[in-house]
């Protein structure tokens, strides 16, 4: 599986993210292209803590549940739900959404193991950083997957 921390998987994630245009479009899904940059964002800012959110009650109940069905081996569900937060419904700036992505990608890479939130996760409950890590690279990749990169 693919690290985020490693340096590269985390240039091949970049080169990925660097084959989209703005008029790529989704193999499946609602979101456009621009909206797929910025989604795939709170999951990297929730991971370095610099997005905060309290315990979602229906995580404490099967959070630990769906983390492990997350960090397994398959691809990710083309249609799983995400939290509202994580929902991008407006209108975003390509240019903009791809930089800030790129940004998060190449901090949690610098951040480390050491530098990710110490905060538990709203839905799933504390994380080590492999899993946070782990996450965070299966998510980014079906979500390129989604736009054909």
Known sequence: MKSIFNLND??????????LTPSTTALWGKMN????????????????????????FIGLIFGKLALKKILNDNELDKHLPTF????????RN??????KLIGLLKRFRKAGPDGLAKDPHPFFGALTPDEYDRMNA????????????
Do not use: Y
């Open 33 to 56: 292209v621009s909206q797929m940059l910025a989604h795939s964002q709170t999951t990297l800012m929730l991971a370095l803590g610099e997005m905060k959110m309290k315990r979602a």
């Open 84 to 91: 509202k937060e994580a929902k991008i419904t407006d209108q």
């Open 94 to 99: 390509f240019e903009e959404e791809k930089a």
């Open 138 to 149: 299966k998510h980014l990749d079906h979500h390129l997957r989604q736009f054909g990169v």
């Open 10 to 19: 985390n240039k091949e994630f970049i080169a990925r993210i660097n084959k």
